[in-house]
């Protein structure tokens, strides 16, 4: 199990991959984008059987959030959810706003990693239906108003 453990860079990584199984693909692939004035690759963490890709979050700076809102901009044929750790963080000490509320906000799909529930039509081939497209998952213990 250690070769394993040392191919993923924390162990949310390897969380996720443990529950994935043989279902998707670490790192597998690059997608690129421009960062106004400079052009940039980004590989996310994971891209399941369906096409769909998951990036996995622990600590989300505003650089990652900017790389985020770049590639939605850029790359709406591609779909990337944020899988965080916690959605309920902080973007920082000063703010009111969490990491869910801001990706809600800027149209980020992102699912909270505490529930270990990815939808298995976001996983498995030919399982992808429109339905889900576009959901934004809310925070744990928040009621719908």
């Known amino acids: 199990m250690a070769r394993i453990k040392d191919q993923y860079k924390s162990k949310l990584e390897i969380q996720v991959a443990e529950y994935l199984g043989g279902d998707a693909e670490y790192e597998r692939e690059y997608i690129e984008f ?4 400079k052009s940039r690759r980004y590989c996310p963490d994971f891209k399941t059987k369906a096409g769909v890709f998951i990036e996995c979050k622990g600590k989300w700076v505003t650089e990652d959030r900017l790389k985020h809102v770049w590639l939605r901009e850029q790359h709406p044929d591609k779909r990337i959810i944020l899988l965080f750790q916690n959605p309920d963080v ?5 703010s009111k706003t969490t990491y869910g509320d801001w990706a809600t906000k800027n149209g980020i799909e992102w ?4 529930d270990r529930n990815i939808p298995k039509e976001l996983i498995l081939e030919n399982q992808t239906n ?3 497209r576009g959901r934004v998952s809310r925070p744990r213990g928040k009621s719908k108003p």
């Open 90 to 94: 902080k973007i920082n000490k000063r």
């Open 111 to 114: 699912l909270d990693w505490r």
């Open 130 to 132: 429109n339905r889900t």
């Open 34 to 37: 421009v960062q106004p004035a």
